[in-house]
């Protein structure tokens, strides 16, 4: 059964960095697009970034430039580095892996990012 853990996330203050860490098991991170979504308070879910089966990457406009998704094949892990971090930033950011079909749809449990001023 695919499971997907993040960890990383916490407090940090404006222009602060933080690193996620997304930890997948049942699945190869390299079979999937592995992306990383938010959701703030009063807000609906959104697409953050993610990476596909081949490498390549896409970015919501709000953050290109300030976060970098990538993976690491050995390990079975997606990071999220996040640099420059405005208190709109501030959401339960979760990792999903999905592929072709609906069934292969997976999230994990989220992880806090507060952004504050």
């Known amino acids: 059964q695919v499971k997907l853990v993040e960890s990383g996330g916490g407090l940090v203050q404006a222009g602060g960095s933080l690193s996620l860490s997304c930890a997948a098991s049942?699945?190869?991170?390299?079979?999937?697009?592995m992306g990383w979504f938010r959701q703030a308070p009063g807000k609906q879910r959104e697409l953050v970034a993610y990476i596909a089966r081949d490498g390549s990457t896409n970015y919501a406009d709000s953050v290109k430039g300030r976060f970098t998704v990538s993976r690491d094949n050995a390990k079975n892990t997606v990071s999220l580095q996040m640099n420059s971090l405005k208190p709109e930033f501030t959401a339960v950011y979760y990792c999903?892996?999905?592929?072709?079909?609906?069934?292969?749809?997976?999230w994990g449990q989220g992880t806090q990012v507060t952004v504050s001023s």
């Open positions: 999903r892996c999905w592929g072709i079909f609906k069934t292969n749809d997976y």
């Open positions: 049942g699945n190869a991170v390299s079979s999937y697009t």
